[in-house]
């Protein structure tokens, strides 16, 4: 079990910045593969970054590489978006989430936190 808080989430101008930050409690953080989501309205909720284990390996969807990294401090208990070049589009409520294998998927994600959002203005 783990519990997932996230916070980070603000209002941002077109092209700026934000760092969103995921505390995680409970079992091992390091034992599990950790992943951004993101949900706009209408939208469905979609994969944004995920790292593994030991932070060494990380993956994005196109429309977030190279603007976005995800690090991971496992002495912390805490994963990290950066967030730069921020866009209008890139709106929505971000989601941490903790699973077990490498995926994209969400449905292979077994937490999760409360999300926070982010809004870009233009």
């Known amino acids: 079990q783990v519990q997932l808080v996230e916070s980070g989430g603000g209002l941002v101008q077109a092209g700026g910045s934000l760092r969103l930050s995921c505390a995680a409690s409970?079992?091992?953080?390091?034992?599990?593969?950790m992943a951004w989501f993101r949900q706009a309205p209408g939208k469905e909720r979609e994969f944004v970054a995920h790292i593994s284990r030991s932070g060494s390996s990380r993956d994005y969807a196109d429309s977030v590489k190279g603007r976005f990294t995800i690090s991971r401090d496992n002495a912390k208990n805490t994963v990290y978006l950066q967030m730069n070049s921020l866009k209008p589009e890139d709106t929505a409520v971000y989601y941490c989430?903790?699973?077990?294998?490498?995926?994209?998927?969400?449905?292979?994600?077994?937490?999760w936190g409360q999300g926070t959002q982010v809004t870009v203005s233009s």
């Open positions: 989430a903790a699973g077990t294998t490498t995926t994209m998927s969400r449905n292979q994600y077994n937490y």
């Open positions: 409970g079992r091992t953080f390091s034992y599990y593969i």
